[in-house]
Nanobody
Framework: QVHLVESGGGLVQPGGSLRVSCAAT????????MAWFRQPQGKERDFVAV????????SYADSVKGRFTISRDNAANMVYLQMSALKAEDTAVYFC??????????????????WGQGTQVTVSS
């Protein structure tokens, strides 16, 4: 059983940067692909980025490509999402998710077993 806790959300101005973090306990992090999803108020939860168990492979949603960077530190059991050039449409609750490595780096919610409680990111002037 993996327990995930997100942190680092907050209010940021358009064009600004923010890093959200995900702390994992209860498992060996390298055994999991780790992803970030986001859910704007009243909308579906959508894929943002994913990183493989070793950190060698990543994939991003087209809407964040070139602006967001996912990374991980398996020794510290941490996953990060560095966000830059933020836009109002990036406003959402951001969720960390863990899925078994054999599924690869997948953008599908159903492939992830464990989820955090989410952290709110608001982009507004």
């Amino acid at each position: 059983q993996v327990h995930l806790v997100e942190s680092g959300g907050g209010l940021v101005q358009p064009g600004g940067s923010l890093r959200v973090s995900c702390a994992a306990t209860g498992g060996t992090l390298r055994d999991y692909s780790m992803a970030w999803f986001r859910q704007p108020q009243g909308k579906e939860r959508d894929f943002v980025a994913v990183i493989s168990g070793t950190g060698q492979r990543t994939s991003y949603a087209d809407s964040v490509k070139g602006r967001f960077t996912i990374s991980r530190d398996n020794a510290a059991n941490m996953v990060y999402l560095q966000m830059s050039a933020l836009k109002a449409e990036d406003t959402a609750v951001y969720f960390c998710a863990a899925g078994p490595r054999y599924r690869g780096i997948t953008p599908y919610r159903g492939d992830y077993t464990f989820w955090g409680q989410g952290t709110q990111v608001t982009v507004s002037s």
